[in-house]
């Protein structure tokens, strides 16, 4: 397989090792010693050694979420999924991915979003016309919001009304480009997909990002691919907390909380406290065992398109975490996570967007 020197390192190092095998919310799930990262490197080092064809290992490589807790808890450097990403993109190129995943990234390059949607709900359709008219603030919701999640979007919408912000919402939202770099990574079209997104965000002085995977995405990868915006870029999240600080959003809930950090504010961009002065105004906060930078992802979206029983087994462990320590109600910052919660049928914890809280919802 054609790889990195450096990823061939990484990989060398990682297959023998089990210093994340705990950390792994995936193989957490499914208790599988195949779904862990060192599992991962082994399979990947047995295909550069000849020894196995690069589509028996394909199914493992799509089950990791890329959340980055065995690069967190790695205190040697290695990065497993520096090579879990190469490994896609080599797929990619040599035609190898699973048929799923090509159905997915044809979904990419065809509709925008890896679920094929074309047609949003008519409470978000109705919302966005509202704020048509261009302004210097861009709010980009993200294709998981806009088609899997719409009545998330429309209250995201609502809580930025509501705190009397102007701010610009487009009805044909182009992609990130942060779905195809999951799926295929630094590939050519995800580098045309963000580069078309760039210059959107171009024609305005802030863009906001609902879905902490665009923040991550813009913010970080965009660089790494060779991609700019001339625009400010910023969280969904530290908007709020701006807001907050300013007294245009207050209002106490009575509820006790904990907060669920989604991996790309907390370790990838190092964003942790805003969230919690959010909350900290509209309840009472306490904290989960692994919070912050330690954080334990709950799940998303678009493994749940693939994987589905693994993603409600993910989410079934988070609650779990919740409730282990005798808390009700747990709020999340990012809307792949907080469907990946609501999937799970239970009634013992409250599941809570930002938003949800804000309005009282």
């Known amino acids: 397989m054609n790889m990195s020197e450096k990823s061939k390192a990484h990989v060398d190092a990682c297959r023998f090792c089990w210093m994340c095998h705990h950390i792994c919310p995936i193989g957490n799930a499914t208790g599988h010693e195949r779904s862990t990262p060192r599992a991962r490197a082994l399979g990947i080092s047995m295909v550069n050694r000849g020894a196995i064809e690069l589509e028996e290992i ?25 090579f879990t990403k190469e490994t ?6 040599e035609d190898k991915l699973p048929s799923y995943i090509n159905t997915m990234v044809d979904n990419c390059l065809e509709s925008g979003n890896a679920y094929g949607k ?11 016309a509202k704020h048509a008219a261009v302004t210097d603030t861009l709010l980009y919701l ?21 705190a009397g912000v102007a701010f610009t919402v487009l009805a044909d939202e182009l992609p990130t480009g942060a779905q195809l770099d999951f799926l295929i990574g630094a590939a050519e079209e995800t580098k045309e997909q963000m580069a078309a997104a760039a210059k959107v965000m171009d024609g305005y002085k802030t863009v906001i990002f609902y ?10 990868t965009y660089g790494a691919y060779g991609v700019e915006t001339a625009a400010k870029t ?5 908007v709020l907390a701006d807001l907050v600080k300013a007294g245009k959003l207050a209002g106490k809930s009575g509820k006790t909380v904990v907060y669920q950090d ?31 930078v330690e954080t334990v992802w709950a799940g998303n979206i678009l493994m749940a398109q693939y994987i589905p029983d693994v993603m409600k087994k993910v989410a079934q462990r988070r609650l779990f975490n919740v409730k282990s ?23 013992e914890v409250e599941i809570l967007s930002l938003e949800d809280l804000i309005l009282g919802e």
């Open 211 to 220: 879905d902490p995977a665009d923040a991550k995405t813009v913010k970080q």
């Open 58 to 82: 394909m199914d493992n490589i799509y089950e990791c979420g890329g959340c980055g807790g065995c690069v967190r808890e790695c205190v040697t450097g290695w990065d497993p999924v520096m």
């Open 262 to 292: 989604p991996f790309q504010l907390a370790r990838d961009l190092e964003e942790t406290e805003e969230a919690r002065e959010v909350i900290s105004a509209f309840a009472t906060l306490h904290e989960l065992h692994l919070n912050r």
């Open 142 to 162: 993200g294709v998981d919001a806009r088609y899997m999640a719409c009545e998330q979007a429309v209250k995201a919408i609502s809580v930025l009304e509501k």
């Open 234 to 238: 910023v969280t969904y999240t530290s």
């Open 325 to 347: 320590i005798g808390e009700k109600a747990i709020v999340t910052a990012s809307v792949s996570e907080y469907v990946s919660l609501k999937s799970v049928e239970q009634n």
């Open 118 to 128: 074309t047609a949003l709900c008519a409470r978000l359709s109705e919302a966005i």
């Open 88 to 93: 896609r993109l080599e797929a990619a190129l």
